[in-house]
């Protein structure tokens, strides 16, 4: 794929090229070790590292051109182009190389605190058909059609987004479902691109050492429905259940096709008359096409809403109700989401992603009403983030748990002894917490102590497979920590 560079920056503001503005750009490029002879290398400002620092390394590998804020006097045989927004600017160029390849799938793009996973792996299973195959971008993997790579981020940069679409079309893609995270609106990831579906699931307390504090959190999640990313969606699909979905409502533009979902009497698509088991729930859905019963295997009140989500997304894309709603108990779940560790013993164990005081408080609360025992958990906060949060989520264990470990999540490259320290602020039972620095140890002490009848939820890390831990990646995975430890316990009642 071969673009001229000119045609690549027009309509960019506030743009200055230096040098040779037909040169034949053949890649982009942000990280100068993956440079190929033809490419443009765009040097990104980052919160830890400058793209600007490794120009002379992407000239090196073969760039030929530079795009930057920053002046260039190094080779004069490189073209520079000086631009006032690089990440904007980016995105500008991302969709252009590409041919702009979100406008050719019908595009789907879920955000909020809780639920981003759920509802965008539900929403994709519930649109695949088998003439109308769903990518999907997100936190656990990044699904192009016909293969699947590891996730990086949440919502990737938009360079990456824009190859990947392209992929998606290339492997026979209709559709793209996307996780937006604040992140990725803040630092312009998701810019110009053309939603066909704008979702918006819940705001709750969580990464405010990046947006401060809930108002400025707010204000950058509705960016992503009001233009201000460049494009509007079609159909802005809301959760008027969360106050902030309320405030979200009114600043909606004209134009915009508006589906409100939740319990609330005034949802476009609600649901009532729930009930919930430890294999599942049903409840009543009502949408202006009429009414259906709705069963799902998955578990707690969060998923009712996870769920009215995913089916107004199906709806707003032309599906039938009845078919959806008969497609979702077919749905087994997310990877960490709730995951079940079943090998035959007589008490629950669960891995699931929780890692907000919200998260873990609706989690618990739904797995106390359908616990016959004793509900233990075993959880963490992470390193190097919002440090306000972590006296909230011990409050939150400590309010539904009859006992918990507080252990290491990903400590990253901060002191565990000062991530307990704010820990233990939340601490108002002693009795029923024990603070162990090892996280296999603490899933250990767990289910040591569980017997029949008992669940243990291991919060926090999910899908993840590894602890970040003082600039080092160490394998470990929750789910295949707890299995290994329950075959060493002789605690299972099936063949492994």
Same mark, same amino acid.
């Given at each position: 794929?071969?673009?001229?560079?000119?045609?690549?920056?027009?309509?960019?503001?506030?743009?200055?090229?230096?040098g040779?503005?037909?040169?034949?750009?053949t890649?982009?490029?942000?990280?100068?070790?993956k440079v *190929?002879?033809?490419?443009?290398?765009?040097?990104?400002?980052?919160?830890?590292?400058?793209?600007?620092?490794?120009?002379?390394?992407?000239?090196?590998?073969?760039a030929?051109?530079v795009?930057?804020?920053c002046?260039?006097?190094?080779?004069?045989?490189?073209?520079i182009?000086?631009?006032?927004?690089v990440?904007? +600017?980016?995105a500008?160029v991302?969709r252009r190389?590409y041919?702009?390849p979100?406008?050719?799938l019908?595009?789907?793009?879920?955000?909020?605190?809780?639920?981003?996973?759920?509802?965008?792996?539900?929403?994709?299973?519930?649109?695949?058909?088998?003439?109308?195959?769903v990518?999907?971008?997100?936190?656990?993997?990044?699904?192009?059609?016909?293969?699947?790579?590891?996730?990086?981020?949440?919502t990737?940069?938009?360079?990456?987004i824009?190859?990947?679409f392209?992929?998606?079309?290339?492997?026979?893609?209709?559709a793209?479902?996307? =996780?937006v995270?604040?992140?990725g609106?803040?630092?312009?990831?998701?810019?110009?691109?053309?939603?066909?579906? +704008?979702?918006?699931?819940?705001?709750?307390q969580?990464?405010?050492?990046f947006h401060?504090?809930? $108002?400025t959190?707010? @204000?950058?999640?509705?960016?992503?429905?009001?233009? $201000?990313?460049?494009?509007?969606?079609?159909?802005?699909?809301?959760?008027?259940?969360?106050?902030?979905g309320v405030?979200?409502l009114?600043?909606? !533009?004209?134009?915009?096709?508006?589906?409100?979902?939740?319990?609330?009497?005034?949802a476009?698509?609600?649901?009532?008359?729930?009930?919930?088991?430890?294999?599942?729930?049903?409840?009543?859905?009502?949408? !202006?096409?009429g =009414?259906?019963?709705? =069963?799902?295997?998955?578990?707690?009140s969060?998923?009712?809403?996870?769920?009215?989500?995913?089916?107004?997304?199906?709806?707003?894309?032309?599906?039938?109700m @009845?078919?959806?709603?008969?497609k979702?108990?077919?749905?087994?779940?997310?990877?960490?989401?709730?995951?079940?560790?079943?090998?035959g013993?007589?008490?629950?164990?669960?891995?699931?992603?929780?890692?907000?005081?919200?998260?873990?408080?609706?989690?618990?609360?739904? %797995?106390?009403s359908?616990?016959?025992?004793? *509900?233990?958990?075993?959880?963490?906060?992470?390193?190097?983030?919002?440090?306000?949060?972590?006296?909230?989520?011990?409050? +939150?264990v400590?309010?539904?748990? &009859?006992?918990?470990?507080?252990?290491?999540?990903?400590?990253?490259?901060?002191? *565990? =002894?000062?991530?307990?320290?704010?820990?233990?602020?939340?601490?108002?039972?002693?009795?029923?917490?024990?603070?162990?620095?090892e996280?296999?140890?603490?899933? &250990?002490?767990?289910? $040591?102590?569980?017997?029949?009848?008992?669940?243990?939820?291991?919060?926090?890390?999910?899908?993840?497979?590894?602890?970040?831990?003082?600039?080092?990646?160490? !394998?470990f995975?929750?789910c295949?920590?707890?299995r290994e430890?329950?075959i %060493?316990?002789n605690?299972?009642?099936?063949?492994?």
């Open positions: 794929m071969n673009k001229i560079l000119k045609e690549l920056v027009q309509d960019i503001a506030d743009v200055k090229v230096v040779e503005s037909m040169q034949v750009i890649s982009l490029a942000l990280d100068s070790r *190929l002879s033809g490419a443009l290398f765009i040097a990104i400002p980052g919160q830890k590292d400058d793209g600007v620092r490794y120009i002379d390394e992407a000239i090196k590998g073969g030929v051109a795009m930057t804020c002046s260039y006097e190094g080779a004069r045989d490189v073209t182009i000086q631009v006032k927004d990440r904007s +600017a980016m500008h991302a190389f041919d702009f979100d406008e050719k019908d595009l789907i793009g879920v955000t909020g605190t809780n639920g981003k996973t759920t509802v965008a792996t539900l929403s994709q299973f519930l649109l695949n058909k088998d003439n109308y195959s990518g999907m971008l997100g936190t656990v993997h990044y699904d192009l059609g016909r293969r699947t790579l590891p996730s990086t981020k949440t990737p940069e938009s360079l990456d824009q190859a990947m392209d992929q998606m079309l290339q492997d026979g893609c209709k793209a479902v996307i =996780e995270s604040s992140h609106i803040a630092l312009k990831r998701v810019h110009f691109m053309a939603f066909d579906i +704008a979702v918006f699931l819940n705001l709750t969580d990464h405010l050492d401060w504090d809930m $108002e959190y707010f @204000q950058v999640k509705a960016q992503f429905f009001t233009g $201000e990313i460049g494009n509007i969606p079609k159909i802005a699909i809301i959760n008027i259940d969360d106050p902030y405030r979200l009114k600043k909606i !533009p004209l134009g915009v096709k508006i589906i409100t979902f939740g319990t609330s009497d005034n476009l698509i609600r649901a009532v008359d729930i009930e919930f088991t430890d294999k599942g729930l049903t409840f009543n859905l009502y949408w !202006p096409g =009414e259906l019963v709705i =069963e799902s295997t998955l578990l707690g969060y998923n009712v809403s996870n769920i009215l989500a995913a089916l107004a997304i199906g709806w707003a894309s032309g599906r039938n @009845q078919d959806l709603a008969s979702l108990i077919n749905f087994q779940g997310v990877r960490g989401r709730m995951e079940k560790v079943d090998l013993q007589d008490f629950s164990v669960l891995v699931d992603y929780a890692h907000t005081d919200d998260a873990l408080f609706n989690a618990l609360k739904m %797995l106390r359908i616990t016959l025992g004793r *509900l233990f958990v075993v959880f963490g906060c992470g390193g190097d983030r919002d440090s306000r949060k972590r006296s909230l989520m011990t409050a +939150a400590q309010k539904w748990a &009859d006992f918990a470990w507080a252990t290491a999540d990903n400590p990253r490259n901060e002191d *565990l =002894e000062n991530i307990f320290k704010d820990m233990r602020e939340g601490v108002a039972f002693p009795e029923k917490i024990l603070f162990v620095p996280r296999r140890r603490a899933i &250990d002490r767990a289910l $040591e102590e569980a017997r029949k009848g008992d669940c243990v939820l291991i919060a926090g890390k999910g899908h993840e497979t590894y602890q970040e831990v003082a600039y080092r990646v160490i !394998p995975d929750d295949q920590v707890a430890l329950l %060493l316990k605690k299972v009642n099936v063949c492994v």
